[in-house]
C-alpha cells in the first residue's frame, strides 16, 4: 500500500460496527482488510452505509462467503500475478512517484471524548521520526523484538515495526497478551515494546510470591533489591566500590538472574510508553537488571517526541528530546513540539488542526511537564486532566493513580476531584487477590459483588491506600472510595483501545455512586 503511494488507515480490531463505520466514512475507503471471520462480519454489517467502500479483502482463507464484494487474500495474490506479468514495472513506477510530503497513513486517536479524528501523516513524518529513534536507541539485526501491542497503535507501529524492520531486527508476534509470559521464554527476546501495566503486574506477581516464601527468603530478596539499586546508581555514576561489586555477584545469583530468567534471559531493554512509569517501578527492575527506558509521545508526533537511552536513562523522567525535535514549555506548563516528525494536521477538521498546532508551527501537546537541569523530560499530568480542587489546589490525578495501581491488591483506579472539597476514587480490585484473602481469612462470598461490598474488604483497602498515599500532601489524599464489581472495559465504552480511562464517561457512568461519596459534606 505504501509503495503505490496509497493511504492507509489502521483500526483496532475491539472497535464495534459503528466505530468502525464511523471511520470508513470519515476517511472515505475504498478497500476494507479484515482478519478474520469476526472482522469481516463488522464490515458487512456497516458495508452499504459507506458509499465510497467497493470491496472487502478478508486475509484468511478459513471464511467462505458468498458475498461478490468480499475476496480472500490468496485470490489476491494470484490477481497480483497476473497483473505483473502484464505489468512488470508498475510497482517501482509508483513507488517512483512518491514525495516526501505525500500523505502516506491517517491514524485516528482514541480521543477520550468524542468522535476521533484522523491523524494525517506523511512519509518523510515517520521516516523522519524512524530515523531519530534509531540514532538514539540501538536496534541492531543481531536482536529480536517481541511484539504483543497493538499495530495500529502508532507507537507499536513505529518503534517495534517500522524502526525494528528498517534496523534489520527481527520481530516476534506473541500469541495473544494472555500468552505473554510464555512467548517470553519460547521467543527469548533482546527488545520488548510495552505500556507500564505490564511491569505492574510482574512487581505484583513477583511481591505475592514473595509473601509466601519464608522470612528469611523475604530478607535475602529485600537485601538483594536494596544491594541492586545501590550498585546500578553506582554504576551509572561510574564510581562501584569492591565490596559492593561482590555483595551484587551474590544477589544476583541468589536473586536476580532467577527473575531476568522469566523474561527470557536476555532482555537488553524494555521500551515504556503510552503511559507514565512510575519512578518506583523503574528503579526496581532497574536493581535486578531489567533495564526499563522509557519515551513520551503522541500520533500527531508520529509519534515519539522524547527517549531516555539504553546507557543514560533517568526514572521519573522520559529523557531528552530526540535529534531533530524541538521542544520548549509554554507560560502555563504545557509542553510544546516542533519538528519534521509533527502531523500535516487533521484529516478534513482544519478547526482542530489550528487549535493543535500554532501559528509558529508547535504542536500544542495537551501534556504539562518541565525540564530538569540535564536537559531530561518529566510530565507531571494531562492538561485537562489537571483537578483544581474547590480550594485551588491543582492536583495531578495520574501521579496518584500510578501509586495505587502498584498494590496488588488494585487492578484500575479512577480518581475524582475536579470542584470538589477532597479526592475520592473508583477502585476496580484484583479479585483473584481479594478471593484468595478471602479464603484466608474465611469471609463468606458467592460472587465479586459480595467481596466488594463486604465491610472486612472495605477496611481491608482503607490500610491499602493509607500505605500507598502516606506521602502526599493531605489535598492529594483519597478520603472516600468506591469499589466496584467488574472491571471498566473497552466494549462499555469505558476505556479507550489504548486502555485509557474515558473519565467523562465514567464519571457520568457512576454519578450516584460518586454523589454518595460527597453527599455528607457540608
Known amino acids: 500500500i505504501m509503495k503505490l503511494g496509497a493511504v492507509n488507515i489502521s483500526i483496532y480490531p475491539t472497535l464495534t460496527p459503528k466505530q468502525v463505520g464511523y471511520i470508513l466514512n470519515d476517511a472515505e475507503v475504498k478497500i476494507a482488510i479484515a482478519s478474520n471471520q469476526l472482522q469481516l462480519n463488522k464490515i458487512l454489517k456497516i458495508f452499504n452505509e459507506v458509499p465510497s467502500l467497493k470491496r472487502a479483502i478478508v486475509l484468511s482463507d478459513k471464511v467462505v462467503t458468498q458475498e461478490k464484494k468480499v475476496m480472500n487474500y490468496s485470490h489476491v495474490i494470484e490477481m497480483g500475478k497476473e497483473f505483473d506479468q502484464l505489468y512488470p514495472h508498475y510497482v517501482e513506477n509508483e513507488q517512483g512517484k512518491i514525495k516526501p510530503d505525500d500523505l502516506m497513513t491517517l491514524i485516528y486517536t482514541s480521543g477520550t471524548t468524542g468522535n476521533p479524528k484522523g491523524v494525517m501523516l506523511t512519509h518523510n513524518n515517520l521516516v523522519s521520526n524512524m530515523k531519530a529513534c534509531a540514532s538514539v536507541i540501538h536496534f541492531g539485526s543481531e536482536d529480536i523484538l517481541l ?213 509558529d508551527g508547535w504542536l500544542h501537546t495537551g501534556d504539562i511537564g518541565q525540564f530538569d537541569s540535564d536537559g531530561f523530560l518529566k510530565i507531571t499530568d494531562r492538561k485537562k486532566h489537571l483537578f483544581v480542587s474547590s480550594g485551588g489546589k491543582n492536583i495531578a490525578p495520574q501521579h496518584i493513580e500510578g501509586l495505587f495501581l502498584q498494590s496488588s491488591l488494585i487492578e484500575q483506579v479512577v480518581l475524582i476531584g475536579d470542584g470538589r472539597m477532597f479526592i475520592t476514587a473508583l477502585i476496580v480490585p484484583s479479585f483473584d487477590s481479594l478471593r484468595e484473602y478471602a479464603k484466608k481469612h474465611h469471609i463468606e462470598f458467592e460472587s465479586n459483588e459480595d467481596l466488594a461490598q463486604h465491610p472486612e474488604i472495605y477496611k481491608l483497602f482503607e490500610a491499602e491506600l493509607s500505605k500507598f498515599q502516606k506521602d502526599l500532601a493531605n ?43 460527597y453527599a455528607d459534606v457540608v
Request: net charge positive.
Open 147 to 359: 511484539s504483543f501491542l497493538p499495530l495500529s497503535h502508532s507507537y507499536e507501529r513505529l518503534a517495534g515495526y517500522y524502526t525494528a524492520m528498517s534496523c534489520g531486527t527481527t520481530i516476534a508476534y506473541a500469541e495473544s497478551i494472555d500468552t505473554l509470559r510464555d512467548n517470553l521464554l519460547e521467543v527469548r527476546p533482546t527488545i520488548v515494546t510495552t505500556v507500564p501495566r505490564l511491569f505492574e503486574r510482574l512487581y505484583n506477581r513477583i511481591m505475592k510470591q514473595m509473601s509466601e516464601e519464608s522470612k528469611i527468603k523475604q530478607a535475602i530478596f529485600n537485601w538483594a533489591i536494596n544491594v541492586g539499586k545501590t550498585y546500578r546508581y553506582s554504576k551509572r555514576k561510574n564510581v562501584i566500590a569492591a565490596g559492593l561489586s561482590l555483595q551484587h555477584k551474590i544477589a544476583d545469583k541468589l536473586v536476580f538472574k532467577k527473575i531476568r530468567e522469566r523474561t527470557g534471559g536476555r532482555i537488553k531493554f524494555f521500551a515504556s510508553g503510552g503511559a507514565a512509569l512510575s519512578a518506583d517501578l523503574g528503579e526496581f527492575f532497574d536493581a535486578i537488571g531489567i533495564v526499563v527506558i522509557e519515551g513520551y509521545g503522541m500520533t500527531e508526533a508520529s509519534p515519539v517526541i522524547c527517549a531516555n537511552l539504553e546507557n543514560k536513562y533517568k526514572f521519573g523522567t522520559v529523557g531528552p528530546p530526540l535529534p531533530g525535535v524541538q521542544v520548549t514549555i509554554a507560560e502555563d506548563g504545557e509542553i510544546l513540539t516542533k519538528g519534521p516528525n509533527v502531523m500535516r494536521g487533521y484529516w478534513k477538521n482544519p478547526e482542530a488542526t489550528k487549535e493543535a498546532i500554532d501559528e
Open 475 to 517: 489535598y492529594e489524599r483519597v478520603r472516600k472510595f468506591t469499589i466496584l464489581n467488574s472491571p471498566l472495559t473497552i466494549e462499555n465504552d469505558e476505556l479507550t483501545p489504548t486502555m485509557k480511562v474515558k473519565r467523562r464517561v465514567v464519571e457520568a457512568k457512576f454519578k450516584d455512586f460518586i454523589e454518595k461519596m
